[in-house]
């Protein structure tokens, strides 16, 4: 077991290297003298020189690199162009909000996904089941910000149950936390949940065709048994994987949420350094988001020992 964490450990570092690379030319093949695009049209000579010196864009390529991965070895990310800040500075400050919005959307996406998934695959091609996924492919082809439009109208504006815009820090107290992020982890799990419950249904389907799952029947196993201790257990590696996967839509989700329900998390933040073009916090957050996913998709492989013992061999 030990051995095998290992090797996963050793296998994410060339994955981080080129995420790392990536980052890094993605200054230097943009279009145009990045340092002309962060001065402005209106810069002179003389300014454009200086945001260049100040990124360290008139020194060799090599160098650059070379001081890039240095300041990556010991934590640094380097610094906003706007704001003067680190950006691990900027980052601390914006982690609160968008770490509530995803733990919030896993538990609001599991807990109604994997339920309905079951029943769906218990009562395969009735009417439950085509109701089941019918809502399933609704809300994976409805955008997170149309879901979040028409969450803010009728709970928010219509009904007044919950604010329209805003988020509330934990230190204010959990009740205000949950008001506030309940609308954005609804909107952000709907589309989670569809893609879960679609795998889980399928994956179920297939376990409950199983011979050991017509043996547990036929030995007067209740139907609860059958469905949880035997088909569900089995059929957890699939969907265990599809959870994983499903961060990238929380990554890319968070974005749009966070911007429509005005929450100050990452995802306001890589917006709000797009548009202004402060390369060093774009570069940053690439970096957090992409280690994130190599951390999400270990403990994955990890857990898979767990589910299934055979997989470590």
């Given at each position: ?213 017509r043996t547990a029947r036929a030995k007067g196993v209740a139907t609860t048994g059958v469905l949880l201790k035997h088909a569900l257990k089995n059929a957890a590696v699939p969907i265990v994987t599809v959870i994983g996967i499903g961060l990238t839509l929380l990554i890319s989700g968070v974005v749009l949420t966070e911007t429509v329900f005005n929450i100050p998390g990452l995802g306001r933040l890589t917006v709000d350094a797009i548009l202004k073009r402060d390369y060093p916090i ?32």
């Amino acid at each position: 077991m030990t051995a095998y964490i290992i090797r996963r450990l050793l296998a994410t570092i060339p994955v981080m290297i080129v995420v790392a690379l990536f980052v890094f030319f993605l200054l230097h093949l943009t279009p145009g003298d990045p340092a002309a695009v962060i001065a402005g049209d209106d810069a002179s000579p003389a300014e454009i020189e200086g945001v260049r010196k100040k990124l360290g864009l008139d020194r060799p390529i090599w160098e650059q690199f070379a001081i890039y991965a240095m300041n990556l070895l010991r934590g640094d990310l380097g610094t906003s162009i706007f704001s003067n800040l680190p950006v691990t500075t900027l980052v601390g400050q914006r982690l609160e909000p968008s770490v509530v919005l995803a733990v919030s959307t896993l538990v609001v996406a599991v807990t109604i996904a994997i339920p309905i998934g079951v029943l769906a695959a218990w009562k395969a091609r009735t009417l439950v089941d085509r109701v089941i996924m019918g809502f399933s492919v609704l809300g994976f082809a409805v955008p997170v910000f149309l879901i979040g439009y028409i969450l803010i109208y009728v709970f928010a504006i219509e009904l007044r149950w919950l604010p329209v815009q805003g988020y509330k820090p934990l230190s204010q107290g959990v009740w205000q936390t949950a008001r506030s992020i309940t609308l954005p982890a609804i909107a952000l799990g709907m589309v989670y949940t569809a893609l879960l419950a679609r795998i889980t249904r399928a994956s179920m389907l297939e376990v409950l065709s199983e011979d050991y799952i017509r043996t547990a029947r036929a030995k007067g196993v209740a139907t609860t048994g059958v469905l949880l201790k035997h088909a569900l257990k089995n059929a957890a590696v699939p969907i265990v994987t599809v959870i994983g996967i499903g961060l990238t839509l929380l990554i890319s989700g968070v974005v749009l949420t966070e911007t429509v329900f005005n929450i100050p998390g990452l995802g306001r933040l890589t917006v709000d350094a797009i548009l202004k073009r402060d390369y060093p916090i774009v570069q940053g957050l690439i970096i957090i988001f992409a280690a994130t996913k190599v951390m999400v998709n270990l403990l994955i492989d990890i857990s898979y020992t767990f589910l299934d013992p055979r997989i470590r061999y």
